[in-house]
Nanobody, 121 residues
Framework: QVQLVESGGGLVQPGGSLRLSCAASGSIFSINTMGWYRQAPGKQRELVAGITSGDSTNYADSVKGRFTISRDNAKNSVYLQMNSLKPEDTAVYYC???????????????WGQGTQVTVSS
């Protein structure tokens, strides 16, 4: 049906930057909200940032002012620019999208496979 593929994770030193990308493909009529979540070892998955089809954004308090979410509707893609990274940002980052995959205006929730971000010196 719908596949989400993330890229851009890796190892970075504290204070550094990374840019995550996520591209959706498959049976896509439209995409509503897109977002990034993260899950650190031993912790629950949490919302990092979200963006609506109208480009309204929201962020977790812990990343406000450091992370920026954006999307390219023509490419069915969402991005997360992460600056001033801290060790506590270390986690697996997952892309999520609400996708109308049948043309019926029913939006299913789809997840990527996750990409590891490690912030360490």
């Amino acid at each position: 049906q719908v596949q989400l593929v993330e890229s851009g994770g890796g190892l970075v030193q504290p204070g550094g930057s990374l840019r995550l990308s996520c591209a959706a493909s498959g049976s896509i009529f439209s995409i509503n909200t897109m977002g990034w979540y993260r899950q650190a070892p031993g912790k629950q998955r949490e919302l990092v940032a979200g963006i609506t089809s109208g480009d309204s954004t929201n962020y977790a308090d812990s990343v406000k002012g450091r992370f920026t979410i954006s999307r390219d509707n023509a490419k069915n893609s969402v991005y997360l620019q992460m600056n001033s990274l801290k060790p506590e940002d270390t986690a697996v980052y997952y892309c999520n999208a609400a996708v109308d995959y049948s043309g019926s205006y029913y939006y299913g929730s789809f997840w990527g496979q996750g990409t590891q971000v490690t912030v360490s010196s």
